[in-house]
């Protein structure tokens, strides 16, 4: 979703502000602007579409200084055109402001300020940022924000610039993630750390009711009764090339390919196999709190919550303990029953999506234990959470997300063995399943050395208009989220569903032109599916099966066979989803498609 990135320093801003955006691209953006302070007031360049397009403006038109502001938006309120782009003004031309989130009484807001003579230009919320803080300065930037803000409801991670106190950054955070990179004499504003890893790792990240004050002499934190906060200052780990593609056409492909090391990052130094135990030193609970939880409840938005699919699975089966998985988004509204003995797990790749951060605060304040399965560092889940467990999978900046998912499912048996052991799980089973993990990132590979065979199959299906993708128990969940993965990339209609329940409905979609991929491993329910896919043949359906042994049973079924290696029932789901990630992205790439960036979707949903 939308992007801030801001410098104040010695140096030319331009070039960075541009690279900045460029890295914040995969989050999903409609236009872009950028806006400078340089002793001559304030200037202004936006452009609707790519990053490209505000660059070129750019050039042709160059934009001097060394304090500065950008911003990528993705359109909530009014149109992406230039008008709508951030920076966003007041009526005189002296305050420019980026926002990310949304302000929710901008509507009345805008009233009040229209009565008092102020004229606005844009439909956006944000605008009326710039005129309030206009309404409001009397010298000191920092003291009009912190008086703008005292009438705002709603959420926002905001930076302001004024030619009036000129040398300065303002930005503010509540509810959308922002963060100070400290450099030598300079100091940048961000809402993503790729946006300025290339220029600092030493960063501090804001909190809600948070404001910076950012000059070339240094920065402080205040809160939003002006007082100092004290602050420590993080490291970001990532390296350089890890948000770069590194020789693949995608970052979506290079994610996909990453799979054997990052799963097995996800596992490092976790897994005691010896003992079939897991080892997971975040999770900041006793033994005896983790003996008393009789409820888990799992929340979390898109292909995360499609994880927690499979960890209710594992909660239930091997740990017996009651488990509910929650879209965030109805959990935050329900009154979901949640009590001290509750454990509820959050699960999101950025750490920052809006209605899972919602629902875990409720969760917390009905009295549950948070644990955290995030991959972002730092992110706001991760810092909120009672307990967590990092999945160490790495930046991922393709929109559809790959990696985190097999590192969500990894995460959730590490923490299914550790329950499942205090409480019935023998420590038989439990070597059993470690040593089934230890084997995955070997299997993942061998799935990835055939990627030319889905390419082939994507080639035949590249233009189907309906994909329907089946499976049973474990598979269930993989099904969703190859059907997802395809629609986000492909923009071609795909619905996941039991196998057994296609009978009620989607079996009327299916004739000679229909593909149905089933996820068909060898697992306790082979031979049902088996029969799932007797009926989709009868009806002169295209069936492409994932399995994972040579079966006689599947002769004359099957129109194109996917191999995946053995394993246990349920590790399955992180091998045969592979494929899946596979089709959807070589189906995308032949149609044409901007498979990194999709049309309307966005990497890091920061609002409702
Ligand atoms: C967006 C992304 C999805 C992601 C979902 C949840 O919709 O496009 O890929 O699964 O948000 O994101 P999270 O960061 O919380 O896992």
Redesign the pocket.
């Known amino acids: 979703m939308c992007g801030i990135v801001g410098y104040v320093g010695p140096r030319v801003a331009t070039p960075m502000l541009i690279e900045g955006l460029k890295r914040l691209e995969y989050r999903g953006y409609d236009s872009a602007g950028i806006a400078m302070s340089n002793g001559h007031g304030l200037e202004t360049r936006k452009a609707k579409g790519k990053i490209s397009m505000l660059e070129g403006l750019v050039n042709g038109n160059p934009i001097h200084g060394s304090v500065g502001i950008a911003h990528t938006r993705w359109a909530t309120h009014g149109k992406p055109n230039e008008c709508n782009a951030h920076p966003q003004v007041d009526c005189t031309n002296t305050i420019a402001v980026v926002h990310n989130g949304i302000i929710e009484n901008f509507s009345a807001l805008r009233k009040m300020l229209q009565m008092q003579g102020h004229t606005f230009k844009s439909e956006t919320d944000t605008e009326v940022l710039a005129h309030l803080i206009e309404a409001a300065f009397d010298g000191k930037l920092e003291d009009a924000v912190i008086d703008a803000l005292a009438l705002v409801e709603g959420t926002y991670g905001i930076a302001v610039l004024s030619s009036k106190d000129p040398d300065k950054i303002v930005c503010a955070r509540k509810g959308s993630p922002l963060l100070i990179g400290l450099g030598e004499g300079e100091y940048f504003v961000a809402s993503d750390a790729a946006a300025i890893l290339q220029q600092t790792r030493q960063v501090v990240y804001l909190d809600d009711g948070e404001m910076g004050v950012l000059t070339k002499d240094g920065y402080e934190v205040l809160d939003l009764d002006a007082r100092r906060v004290s602050k420590g200052v993080s490291r970001i780990d990532w390296s350089l090339d890890e948000i770069e593609k590194g020789g693949f056409d995608h970052f979506m492909l290079k994610e996909i390919f990453e799979q054997p090391q990052t799963i097995q990052n996800t596992m490092r130094g976790r897994l005691v196999v010896e003992e079939g135990f897991s080892k997971l030193g975040g999770l900041n609970l006793t033994k005896d709190e983790l003996k008393a939880i009789d409820q888990i409840v799992i929340t979390?938005?898109?292909?995360?919550w499609h994880s927690g699919l499979i960890g209710e699975l594992y909660t239930e089966e091997l740990a017996r303990i009651r488990c509910e998985v929650e879209y965030a988004s109805e959990f935050r509204y329900r009154n979901p029953i949640v009590t001290d003995t509750t454990l509820c797990v959050v699960i999101?790749?950025?750490g920052e999506?809006a209605d899972?951060l919602a629902a875990m605060r409720e969760a917390k304040r009905r009295g549950a234990k948070t644990l955290g399965l995030v991959n972002v560092v730092g992110s706001t889940i991760a810092r909120e959470d009672d307990g967590g467990i990092y999945l160490h999978a790495g930046p991922e900046i393709g929109?559809?997300?790959t990696k985190?998912f097999t590192s969500q499912v990894a995460a959730l048996a590490l923490l299914t063995l550790k329950l499942a052991r205090l409480r019935n799980m023998s420590v038989v089973k439990g070597r059993e399943v470690a040593e089934a993990m230890l084997a995955l990132p070997a299997q993942i590979q061998s799935i990835l050395d055939h990627a030319s065979e889905v390419e082939e199959i994507a080639e035949r299906f590249k233009d189907a208009t309906n994909f329907l993708y089946l499976g049973r128990g474990y598979q269930f969940p993989v099904a969703l989220e190859g059907a997802l993965k395809l629609k986000e990339i492909s923009y071609i209609h795909a619905e996941g569903y039991p196998a057994a329940e296609m009978k009620h409905g989607p079996i009327a979609l299916i004739d000679s032109e229909m593909p149905v991929v089933f996820i068909a491993p060898h697992d306790a329910v082979f031979d049902k599916v088996v029969s799932n896919i007797q009926e989709v043949k009868a009806r002169g359906g295209k069936v492409i099966c994932i399995t994972s042994q040579e079966e006689p049973v599947l002769e004359g079924m099957i129109d194109h066979e996917i191999r995946v290696p053995q394993t246990i029932d349920m590790l399955y789901p992180i091998l045969t989803v592979i494929p899946l990630q596979l089709l959807a992205y070589y189906i995308a790439v032949k149609r044409g498609l901007n498979v990194d960036q999709p049309r309307n979707?966005?990497?890091?949903?920061t609002v409702e």
Do not use: E, R
């Not at 979390?300 to 995360?304: H, I, L, Q």
């Not at 979707?601 to 949903?605: E, R």
């Open positions: 979390a938005c898109g292909t995360s999101s790749q950025s999506t899972t929109v559809a997300s985190a979707l966005a990497k890091s949903v």
